[in-house]
């Protein structure tokens, strides 16, 4: 799910964070990489996440790459009811950030000659599936890449969400997303307009799956272990959302500033999640893939230009590569992508005015409402406009 927050970021222990203080912290389970604010200028930064977790929400990481200097640090909790405080080497939930790991493996394929862009994915796909999605001869690979497809969006079904809250522990497969639109006409004729879909990526996935045997794998072969990002994780066991030093989730169930564990819930969702959503890393690793994708490491110059080829959104203004968005933060031009879920918000950004990397991620749920939200938009704008301050 894409974190739509310029704050968007969503948890069953209810817990008032007046009653956590004077209690002493645990020791968190992993070594902290944090990095001391040794001049005023991440002090500031630090300030702000301190104020942030004030305002309700339980920890956030924060991770700084510029051409001078690196900056990691924490705030708050990675998990509550032991006291465990957040460290920047806490593994953090992606979210919708995945799609933008998944769209580079699949210019990868392109750069190997392995696909056209301009080639509907119905080509790519096991027969079956492709007459499943009507107008999958019409939808091409890059349309699918820019959400300009109008493939329906399983994110979007009563019975999807249903089955989601009400039973967590049903079993979806990826195709199951697939049979949720099998059948349904597109929502317009692919190539007219831009429309973000979750489910154009989970088809991309399995266009994938068809094409190199497992997505996932060829994913954690040509990222993971070509930049050596030993501390990024996707699908690699079906365990492998149970590494003790990955967050716990919370959300605000009933909009009233309360926060309750939703991990459960969390993880159960992501685990079933492909293309779209899925993947876990810290904030150095995070920022390691974003620098090594913008410098031209993974893919080539043609593809990087083409992941940059923005489409318009509704208001005729530049939205969506292929993978990436464009947006502003701290009143600067950003290129990277945002996640969101139903425990976790995530923001990883590239600055090319100042060019400089941030990664951010909060354990709070951002795709439900919270009072949390509102007061924190106004704090985490501050935080940005001072990471990218010009310095004395």
């Keep these: 799910m894409k ?14 964070f007046s009653a956590i203080e004077g209690f002493s912290q645990k020791k968190n389970e992993c070594n902290s990489t944090n990095t001391p604010a040794a001049n005023s200028h991440f002090a500031k930064v630090q300030e702000k996440m301190e104020e942030l977790v004030k305002l309700g929400i339980p920890g956030i990481v924060a991770g700084v790459k510029t051409e001078q200097e690196s900056w990691y640090s924490a705030a708050g909790f990675s998990r509550i009811e032991d006291l465990n405080p957040m460290n920047s080497c806490n593994l953090q939930y992606l979210q919708s ?16 000659g392995m ?6 994915v119905a080509k790519y796909l096991p027969a079956e599936l492709a007459a499943w999605i009507v107008g999958s001869d019409r939808m091409t690979v890059r349309m699918l890449l820019n959400h300009t497809s109008g493939i329906p969006e399983y994110n979007y079904l009563p019975e999807y969400i249903t089955v989601l809250l009400q039973d967590p522990d049903h079993a979806f497969t990826p195709l199951d997303y697939m049979e949720l639109i099998k059948g349904k006409e597109p929502n317009f004729e692919p190539g007219s307009r831009y ?5 154009g990526y989970v088809l991309l996935a399995l266009m994938m799956d068809h094409l190199t045997g497992d997505h996932a794998e060829f994913i954690r072969q040509n990222i993971f272990k070509k930049l050596d990002l030993k501390n990024t994780y996707y699908r690699e066991s079906p365990a492998y959302l149970e590494k003790p030093t990955l967050v716990d989730g919370y ?23 492909i293309g779209d959503d899925g993947i876990i890393t810290t904030a150095a690793d995070g920022i390691r893939f ?44 950003a290129i990277g992508h945002s996640g969101g879920g139903l425990g976790a918000g995530s923001q990883l950004y590239y600055f090319p005015e100042r060019n400089t990397y941030i990664f951010l991620a909060i354990n709070l749920a951002t795709v439900t409402g919270s009072p949390i939200h509102s007061q924190a938009e106004k704090v985490l704008n501050e935080l940005y406009l001072e990471i990218l301050k010009d310095k004395p």
Excluded at 3 to 16: G, H, N, P, R
Excluded at 195 to 199: C, I, P, V
Aim: overall charge neutral.
């Design 195 to 199: 429309s973000y879909r979750n489910s």
């Design 3 to 16: 974190m739509t927050y310029k704050i968007c970021f969503s948890a069953i222990l209810i817990f008032s």
């Design 115 to 120: 696909i056209d862009l301009d080639q509907p």
């Design 97 to 112: 950030i995945s799609k933008t790991y998944l769209a580079t493996s699949i210019l990868q394929l392109k750069d190997q």
């Design 290 to 333: 974003l620098e090594a994708l913008m410098k031209g490491e993974l893919i080539s110059s043609t593809s990087l230009g083409e992941m940059k080829t923005w489409v318009n959104d509704s208001k005729s203004l530049p939205q969506y590569g292929l993978g990436l968005d464009l947006t502003t933060l701290g009143g600067k031009e």
């Design 251 to 273: 959300w605000d169930r009933y909009s009233n500033g309360i926060v309750e564990n939703s991990s459960y819930l969390q993880k159960q969702n992501v685990r079933k999640m």
